[in-house]
Nanobody, 120 residues
Framework: QVQLVESGGGLVQAGGSLRLSCSASGIIFSINVMGWYRQAPGKQRELVATITSDGRTNYADSVKGRFTISRDNAKNMVSVQMNSLKPEDTAVYYC??????????????WGQGTQVTVSS
């Protein structure tokens, strides 16, 4: 089994910044893609950003230019720096990882989520 633990959520005023981090632990051969999704109340979970093991990134249009995703392959960690936050960024943010391990490949794991609240 693989566990993902997020940290860094909280309350911030509009225009402010937060940094979310996520650490993966367990029996891991490799992590292919890591990323962040978010879910606001009454809405479906949506992509925020992803990053491959070789550093290729993908962002939702709504966060391009404001959020930056990064990862540390040696530590199995992924982070997202969120700047110029808006009230519409308020959501529970979930870390995800696509993992190769004993007996399987490309299994998706999710963290428990961390709340980000942006006040106007």
């Amino acid at each position: 089994q693989v566990q993902l633990v997020e940290s860094g959520g909280g309350l911030v005023q509009a225009g402010g910044s937060l940094r979310l981090s996520c650490s993966a632990s367990g029996i891991i051969f490799s992590i292919n893609v890591m990323g962040w999704y978010r879910q606001a109340p009454g809405k479906q979970r949506e992509l925020v950003a992803t990053i491959t093991s070789d550093g290729r990134t993908n962002y939702a249009d709504s966060v391009k230019g404001r959020f930056t995703i990064s990862r540390d392959n040696a530590k199995n960690m992924v982070s997202v720096q969120m700047n110029s936050l808006k009230p519409e960024d308020t959501a529970v943010y979930y870390c995800t990882a696509n993992v190769d391990s004993i007996g399987y490949r490309n299994r998706n794991y999710w963290g428990q989520g961390t709340q980000v609240t942006v006040s106007s």
